[in-house]
């Protein structure tokens, strides 16, 4: 049975990172408009928050854990301020995600810690990621794989440890030979020219990076697993595992920015003295005031995009297949996240668009939920393959 209620023990550890959240919103303004320069990742306030608080309950069996959990503190963190929280300590890259998702026991112990960025993207790949072009040559004599290539729109790029990045081990194999490898900062031949600048997540170092002649060890290769399965795409599918945990975790990214949101608007609506009465019963939204009713709504999204994507994460845990899943929540959180902030904004009419708020900044970066991590269009066709048994070649 699937029970996502929350204990005791379980809202003593969220409220941790909710009150964290009030501390690193501080920042959020003045990070998003200065986005050229590199703001640090070490902010005193929250550490010494973390510093004083009192121990945390132990968390017991009946306590969530797992994915689940990480799924609901990402959400929490993401609360404070979606573009802060990507810039803070110990909050994890997309990679460490794919880490856990394609890393075997030995690979996750020694990068676990590490904060990693993902590197998939490409000048000319980008919606198909079958169409990597760069490159992992094994040299037998050195046991080191020689990586060449560029990766372009790296999240946390530039202050990530070390990437996990997807390459070809044989351009020949179409989808098949494209495997995921990780690459530490600092090794000759990994460079970093320049950082990007965006719509939202400004706090945030999206990078570039180049591959020349980049020599990294052969265990480097997440999963071990150099086969090219020929005749089907058994190795493809291997590669995108990765996706079924970092969707999920975009998700929720993006529904901790909405929940601020939401929360931000309750408390202007029942200042302004709307009643919120959740009682009203059946054919009771007539009693509402529009204002009410539109509020009443977008809450609904809200839960329904984060029951989908604890869900997703539930199945995770107990190690069935959600990559169907992965993309219905992240197509569903995509949509969901994009109406929420910007029916906030509606509802506070224009203190909700001025930069006195962080609303506006809230609409600006939960937006790459439907872009990163593919598209909402992409999750789409993936939706229809899973549920409606299409095929690639139908979806053409
Ligand atoms: C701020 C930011 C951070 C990012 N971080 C990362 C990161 O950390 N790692 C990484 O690897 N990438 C990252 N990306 C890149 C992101 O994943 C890509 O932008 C995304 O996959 C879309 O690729 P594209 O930009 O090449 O668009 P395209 O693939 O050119 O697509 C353009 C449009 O066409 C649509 N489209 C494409 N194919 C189809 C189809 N078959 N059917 C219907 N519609 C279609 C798309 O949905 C999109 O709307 C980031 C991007 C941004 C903006």
């Keep these: 049975m699937i029970d996502f209620r929350l204990t005791e023990t379980d809202e003593a ?34 550490d010494e928050f973390y510093a004083n608080a009192p121990a945390l309950p132990d968390v017991g069996p009946e306590d969530t854990q797992g994915p689940v959990m990480m799924l609901l503190q990402i959400m929490a963190g993401n609360w404070g301020d979606y573009s802060v929280r990507l810039r803070r ?49 094994l040299d037998e004599d050195t046991n080191e794989w020689v990586i060449n290539g560029e990766k372009i729109f790296v999240t946390t790029g530039i202050r990530a440890d070390g990437v996990v990045i997807w390459a070809t081990i044989d351009k020949s194999a179409g989808r098949a030979g494209i495997k995921s490898f990780l690459v530490e900062k600092g090794t000759p031949g990994f460079n970093v020219p320049h950082k990007e600048k965006k719509l939202g997540i400004r706090a945030d170092d999206t990078a570039a990076y180049v591959f020349s002649d980049c020599r990294i060890p052969r265990e480097n290769l997440l999963g071990l697993d150099e086969t090219i399965p020929k ?13 079924n945990m970092t969707r999920p975790a ?22 302004a003295g709307v009643v919120l009465d959740y009682t009203a019963g ?36 107990k190690g069935l297949p959600n990559n169907m899943e992965s993309s219905i929540c992240k197509a569903h959180a995509g949509g969901a996240v994009r109406q929420i902030t ?27 939920t439907d872009i990163y991590e593919g598209t909402g269009e992409i999750q789409r066709l993936i939706i229809a393959r899973g549920l409606l048994d299409y095929t690639r070649e139908d979806l053409k």
Aim: charged share 25%; aromatic share 6%; proline share 3%.
């Design 13 to 46: 550890h969220l409220a941790r990172t909710f009150a964290e959240g009030e501390i690193i919103r501080r920042y959020a303004r003045e990070v998003d408009e200065n986005e050229a320069e590199m703001p640090p990742d070490v902010l005193p306030e929250a």
């Design 250 to 271: 975009t998700a929720a990214m993006g529904l901790g920015c909405a929940w601020a949101a939401i929360d931000l608007t309750r408390e202007a609506l029942e200042e």
């Design 89 to 137: 300590r110990g909050s994890g890259g997309l990679g460490n995600a794919a880490l856990s998702a394609a890393g075997n026991d030995e690979q996750k112990a020694k990068w676990g810690n590490m904060l990693l960025s993902m590197a998939i993207t490409e000048p000319g790949c980008g919606s198909d990621p079958s169409r990597v072009s760069t490159t992992a040559v």
């Design 282 to 317: 059946p054919g009771g939204l007539g009693r509402l005031s529009a204002a009410a009713e539109k509020f009443m709504r977008l809450e609904a999204l809200f839960e329904a995009s984060k029951l989908a994507t604890l869900q997703c994460g539930w199945m995770a845990g």
């Design 231 to 243: 005749a089907s795409s058994g190795g493809f599918r291997g590669v995108m595992k990765t996706f």
């Design 342 to 368: 910007q029916g906030c904004i509606e509802l506070l009419g224009s203190i909700g668009a001025s930069r006195e708020l962080l609303l506006e900044k809230w609409m600006r970066d939960s937006r790459i």
